[in-house]
């Protein structure tokens, strides 16, 4: 069984130590250098890590231990033992496979084993981990460093009424973290349209006095759990993630007058006015989620020609809009692929 490790327990600490000790005497032994930093680790060590513990546990002796520490969504595992009476069990795999099933939001992890812990290496890259570049740490020792990416999921889902209250909350956070560079806050994407399906992501696009400016305030973006993308792509924007590999919200920025608004605006207004075509478009979404779960790209590119045809017919309708006002406005779609949008 895999359990959280409570590390700062004197008891647990200790348990810890019985596992990693014996376990890096033998990778010593495997890979010919004695000097393992966790070698002269003791349990007062263990319990002043700022690290993530879990462990394996059989017949309530913890036999396998693995620890990470977790940056935004970059994840580096630090240690993963196993007690030798535990070996080639498939214990060690357990492990890796909890931390990465507990961190579904994580867009890398990362692993260092040495070159010559040949079943270390075979364990990462089984789990599918990429080999990445050999680092010399000493005159015998080369270690490897490995990384996987995981795959975002495309999930289509049902409209959800509280999508509004995300937005109306986040638009605070965001008024708070920007003041009066904002001019104003939309909620942009298929989570905007009442009864659309959609992928659960919140986004929002917000039109700013200056957008040099918002470039001064990607702490107070992390702050709040953003990850800053620049322009991401889009000339004249500012894009943030939030949710790592399993996003909650797209922010994008725009200097007011920016045209992107506007096209923003009148594909969400078009298809607003219009929920028979917004079904249509649902309809494609669950098709192309169920045949691509795996696959944000093809997803994307199967959506594409249906997006050109609305575009159409987004443009014509606006022209008979603004024949009352005098005014004209054009719309060129953006994709999840060049521009982050949730639609």
Known sequence: MIECLQHKEDITAREIIAVQQ?????????IGFDGIP???????????????????????KL???????????????????????????GIGRALLQFVIEQN??????????AEKNTPAVSLYTQ?????????????????????????????????????????????ERLKLVFGPEIIAVHHIGSTSIPNMAAKPIIDILVEVRSIEAVNRYDAEMKAIGYTPKGENGIAGRRYF????????HHVHMYEKGDPAIERHLLFRDYLRAHPKTAEEYAILKKRLAARYPDSINQYIQGKDEWIKTAEEHAKRW???RNNANGSVVCYNSENDENGGLTL
């Open 318 to 320: 606006e022209e008979g």
């Open 127 to 171: 789990a599918g981990f990429q080999k990445i570049k050999t680092v010399k740490a000493e005159e015998d020792l080369f270690l490897s460093v490995f990384h996987l990416y995981p795959k975002r999921n495309v999930k289509v889902v049902h409209y959800n009424e509280k999508w509004a209250n995300l937005f109306e909350k986040e638009k």
């Open 241 to 248: 993630q939030k949710g790592g590999n399993k996003r909650t």
């Open 38 to 60: 966790a070698l002269q680790e003791k349990a007062r060590d263990i319990q002043a890590s700022l690290e993530q513990f879990a462990g394996y546990r059989k017949d309530g």
């Open 104 to 113: 579904e939001d994580a867009e890398k992890f990362e692993a260092v084993t």
């Open 22 to 30: 014996p376990a890096y005497t033998k990778e010593a032994e495997l």
């Open 63 to 89: 036999i396998g231990v693995i620890s990470y520490e977790k940056n935004m969504h970059h994840l580096t595992i630090c240690r993963l033992v196993v007690h030798p009476d535990g070996f080639r069990k």
